[in-house]
Nanobody
Framework: QFQLVESGGGLVQSGGSLRLSCAAF????????IGWFRQAPGKEREGVSC????????NYADSVKGRFTISRDNAKNKVYLQMNSLEPEDTAVYYC????????????????????WGQGTQVTVSS
């Protein structure tokens, strides 16, 4: 079974940093667009960032631009989300997702596009 596993979440104070990792098992991520999403209690899942299969293009939600950076390391079969200047509003469960369809690079910000999802990692930012 193909699996995505997120790690790196935890508790951090406002202004702090965390780096989330998304590791793939059973398939190679270099052919997949990868998205990071988050969901806070009582709220809908929202897109945070995504990266094309080639790594040549990235997208960010307005709320995280300038603070978060997505990257991929194909040699390690991993994708990362570096989160700096964290705020309490960033508190949520963070998920990574992967999709290899031909259109994936052009719709990587859409939750419904992805076939494979991780189980999520909790990020909590205190005031």
């Amino acid at each position: 079974q193909f699996q995505l596993v997120e790690s790196g979440g935890g508790l951090v104070q406002s202004g702090g940093s965390l780096r989330l990792s998304c590791a793939a098992f059973g398939f190679t991520l270099d052919r997949y667009a990868i998205g990071w999403f988050r969901q806070a209690p009582g709220k809908e899942r929202e897109g945070v960032s995504c990266i094309t299969s080639s790594g040549g293009s990235t997208n960010y939600a307005d709320s995280v631009k300038g603070r978060f950076t997505i990257s991929r390391d194909n040699a390690k079969n991993k994708v990362y989300l570096q989160m700096n200047s964290l705020e309490p509003e960033d508190t949520a469960v963070y998920y990574c997702a992967a999709e290899s369809a031909y259109y994936a690079d052009y719709f990587c910000h859409l939750t419904g596009m992805y076939d494979y999802w991780g189980q999520g990692t909790q990020v909590t930012v205190s005031s």
